[in-house]
């Protein structure tokens, strides 16, 4: 494979705008390539990066081993095969890819690096061997942000999470524009509740790599635990706005409860998202389409308390006391569905256990 004949002044302009993130294009170049040599080997891995960044992984895992029936000592090809098999969710075969590379390559920093990612993308995640690859990974290549990076990724799973931060902190000390340290700083923020923080590291993420998937995700991810937080704000205005109800307080005392809450949750969402990317907002109007079934669960009853608090707040005594016997009932029958959801999940997990 280091002898390929192609074109090397195409190769590199493909290989300029995978750096470039221009990913479509570098695939219609490397294709141009090897059309015109299909024995290239150069050529089929950097197909199979762009095919990969594109989420095409059948394909792009078709073009790497391609490349290793070319070459099947290329360790630089196994370490690409590591790559796909760990985004097609394929932990066992990314291990087994990532050791050929390792026997090829022991003393390359990439070969350890490749291994600790796949150790841990198994489904039962090697974490404490995943943890050693990686500060093998630092030793050969101490300059490097990815491995550090890789070494915050282990630390977080093994639950020093001061320590991950402290890892994610250096591979940002190396470089400060580095997306994954930066989403992941802002993932470890995030677990600590601290919205805006996260906010902040995931704004300059993106400015960073607006193209990187687990940046996107976590976009989503901020925008989902600002609507929860907003939740149980709405679950403490319509407790106070039932118990108003009840006692037949001045309509007043309703109205006076639910604007105080708007301006409270005006205060709480610009906190946050004052420092999310530009166009958020644009973001956020598919975030329903994008996230699991808890996550359109959240916004569905997001949407339900906003409305009867709105109700509850401004519409005559009859019109908000029925509103609120129609949430109280629509409330208890979600419980009873997240409690049996609940059991039967447990149910499925320790039967998968066995």
């Not at 090809?77 to 098999?85: P, Q, T």
């Not at 591979?171 to 601290?194: I, K, V, Y």
């Amino acid at each position: 494979m280091d002898g390929d004949g192609a074109d090397w002044r195409a190769l590199a302009h493909a290989e300029q705008l995978l750096d470039l993130r221009r990913d479509a294009e570098a695939e219609q170049r490397f294709r141009e390539v090897l059309t015109a040599d299909p024995g290239s080997g150069r050529a089929l891995l950097g197909l199979a990066r762009a095919l990969n960044r594109q989420d095409r992984h059948a394909e792009a895992e078709q073009a790497v081993r391609s490349a290793l029936a070319l070459d099947p000592e290329h360790a630089g090809a196994h370490h690409v095969l590591v790559d796909v098999l760990c985004d097609r969710k394929d932990g066992p075969g990314a291990v087994t890819a990532a050791e050929s590379g390792l026997r090829l390559a022991p003393h390359d920093f990439t070969s350890h690096y490749q291994h600790a990612r796949a150790l841990l993308s198994l489904r039962r995640p090697r974490v404490r061997d995943a943890y050693d690859a990686a500060l093998r990974a630092v030793e050969a290549a101490p300059h490097s942000p990815d491995a550090h990076n890789l070494v915050g990724l282990c630390l977080d799973a093994l639950g020093n999470h001061e320590g991950a931060q402290g890892a994610f902190r250096n591979a940002l000390g190396l470089d400060p524009q580095h997306t994954l340290a930066q989403n992941n700083l802002a993932a470890s923020e995030m677990d600590r509740g601290r919205l805006g923080r996260a906010a902040g590291l995931l704004r300059g993420a993106v400015s960073s790599d607006p193209q990187q998937r687990q940046v996107r995700d976590n976009l989503d991810t901020v925008l989902l635990l600002l609507g929860r937080r907003v939740m149980w704000s709405l679950f403490a205005a319509v407790v106070v706005l039932g118990v108003l109800l009840v006692t037949e307080a001045p309509w007043w005392s309703r109205l006076l409860v639910g604007a105080a809450y708007v301006g409270g949750v005006a205060v709480l969402v610009r906190r946050v998202v004052r420092d999310l990317p530009r166009g958020v907002g644009r973001w956020g109007r598919g975030l329903f389409g994008r996230v699991k079934w808890q996550g359109k669960y959240l916004l569905a009853l997001l949407g339900l308390l906003s409305v009867a608090v709105l109700v509850m707040s401004v519409a005559p005594y009859a019109v908000a006391a029925g509103a609120g016997l129609v949430l109280a009932a629509v409330l208890r029958t979600v419980g009873i569905i997240c409690v049996v959801g609940w059991v039967v999940l447990a149910l499925v997990n320790l039967v998968r256990g066995r």
